[in-house]
């Protein structure tokens, strides 16, 4: 896009904002901090231009990362990727540019199935060998050992599976001295199972088996909405001091469009900004689904998509981000050698519900080779009397959900793992709590 004038200033000052390396991110509490001890928040993007690895073609890469300068994302989310191939030119790119990258470690045939939970060597060795692969990358923000595994009922039984993915790549990656590269999960907005997940998987009060930071792929807030009407309202409620950071993996609803990410404004203002670590907005290239920031010029394509050529923005949602994340800066937050990471609440492991969540309280997690066989093992948390952010207050906790919106238009996802696209129904019809 050619600007001039004032126009050209305010890119350039963009761009000058986003170039410098942002080094290695951790986890502390509910906060990320960078390297220097300043609280790092997510603008991030889901890139995935291959449905197996977008990160292989250094010369693409660059040119995406040309335009995403210009808009002001510090995180890119790829959902699939292949520790056998070399991704040095395209995590070099990123990295001169200031973008962090969070990446999935399953792939199509290792991801946790939830209609038959398991927990596999193979499954175990293929996260472990993207882990291998990645670690090197200073500008690796973080790892997703799922996404969007729960989506019904039945799926909550997969649960422990997910923690014991955890458990297990946190020792690998303590085995291996590696540095603590935060481990996580993204899950579907459901009201009926989301409370109940996102305590689950920090509680117990075993860190070594609990998640460093909880995602959510949420499409509550289609424009024209406000924060009380989208079902933000109740997101924060839940979220309050909460005990890991917290952030939306995929948000950017198009219905019915065009998106103008008034969204951005509430994540990165109060009162989230005090609970939440940002936003990764939904996605990239143009697909079927309609949810591009660009497309290509003179592509060429993979299953009837332009993956590659000169990026070019969608318009105006483009501009429509541009504009809001201009507008959001980063947030100063808090500097780490002042933050109390103990101010945060301790979930108690939520019990089984009605028409809900199946699994009882802290149980025993599966080990490696061990696959679902229908109950569970209930074993005694480590801290005796949680607390929670829920009561009078009306916060939401997992034995009292906070009222919920409908969640209406998650997208079809064209390339990525073949277990979302048999979800895509379940996830366009959201429970309503009352």
Same mark, same amino acid.
């Given at each position: ?115 038959? #939970?398991?927990?596999?060597? /193979? ?35 997969? !649960? *422990? ?26 899950? !579907? ?17 075993? &860190? ?36 890991? #950071? ?52 003179? *592509? ?44 945060? &609440? ?19 997690? #599966? ?7 229908? /109950?569970?093992?209930?074993? *005694?948390? !480590?801290?005796? !009397? ?14 009292? #959900? ?33």
């Amino acid at each position: 896009m050619k600007l001039s004038g004032l126009g050209a200033a305010i890119a350039a000052l963009g761009v000058a904002n986003t170039v410098e390396a942002i080094g290695p991110v951790t986890a502390a509490g509910n906060k990320f901090f960078t390297s220097d001890g300043k609280q790092f928040f997510v603008k991030g993007i889901a890139y995935q231009l291959s449905p197996e690895d977008p990160l292989i073609d250094t010369e693409q890469c660059k040119r995406d990362v040309e335009l995403m300068k210009e808009l002001g994302p510090n995180a890119i989310r790829v959902y699939h990727v292949d520790p056998d191939k070399n991704h040095d030119g395209c995590m070099k790119a990123f990295n001169d540019a200031g973008i962090t990258a969070l990446i999935d470690l399953d792939t199509f045939d290792t991801y946790i199935n939830p209609a038959r #939970p398991a927990w596999t060597e /193979t499954m175990h060795d293929r996260y472990a060998d993207v882990m291998d692969a990645f670690i090197k990358y200073d500008n690796v923000l973080g790892f997703f050992v799922g996404n969007e595994i729960i989506a019904t009922e039945a799926h909550s039984n997969a !649960a *422990p599976f997910i923690k014991a993915a955890v458990r297990d790549m946190k020792a690998h990656r303590d085995s291996k001295k590696y540095r603590e590269v935060p481990i996580g999960y993204s899950a !579907a907005d459901i009201a009926e199972l989301r409370p109940m997940l996102q305590d689950y998987l920090t509680c117990g009060g075993n &860190s070594s088996e609990n998640v460093d930071f909880f995602a959510l792929n949420s499409y509550e807030w289609c424009d024209p909405s406000t924060y009380e009407t989208s079902g933000y309202a109740n997101l924060q409620k839940q979220a309050k001091d909460f005990p890991v #950071p917290i952030f939306f993996s995929e948000t950017g609803c198009n219905v019915p469009g065009p998106r103008l990410f008034d969204d951005q404004l509430a994540i990165f203002g109060q009162p989230m900004v005090n609970d939440w670590s940002g936003a990764i907005v939904y996605e990239w290239i143009q697909e079927e689904n309609k949810y591009g920031l660009i497309k290509y010029e003179n *592509p060429t394509q993979t299953e009837g998509v332009a993956r590659s050529g000169k990026p070019v923005p969608v318009q105006p949602d483009f501009n429509n981000l541009k504009e809001k994340w201009e507008r959001v800066g980063q947030p100063t937050g808090v500097v780490k050698d002042k933050y109390d990471a103990k101010h945060v &609440s301790v979930r108690p492991c939520p019990e089984a519900t009605q028409g809900g969540w199946l699994v009882k309280g802290n149980v025993q997690l #599966p080990a490696v080779g061990e696959s679902f066989t229908g /109950t569970y093992e209930s074993v *005694p948390s !480590a801290t005796a !009397a949680p607390t929670t952010t829920g009561g009078s207050d009306g916060t939401g906790t997992a034995a009292n #959900p906070a009222r919920e919106t409908q969640n209406p238009a998650a997208p079809t996802k064209v390339v990525f793992r073949g277990m979302v696209a048999g979800l895509v129904g379940v996830m366009l019809f959201f429970t309503v709590w009352f």
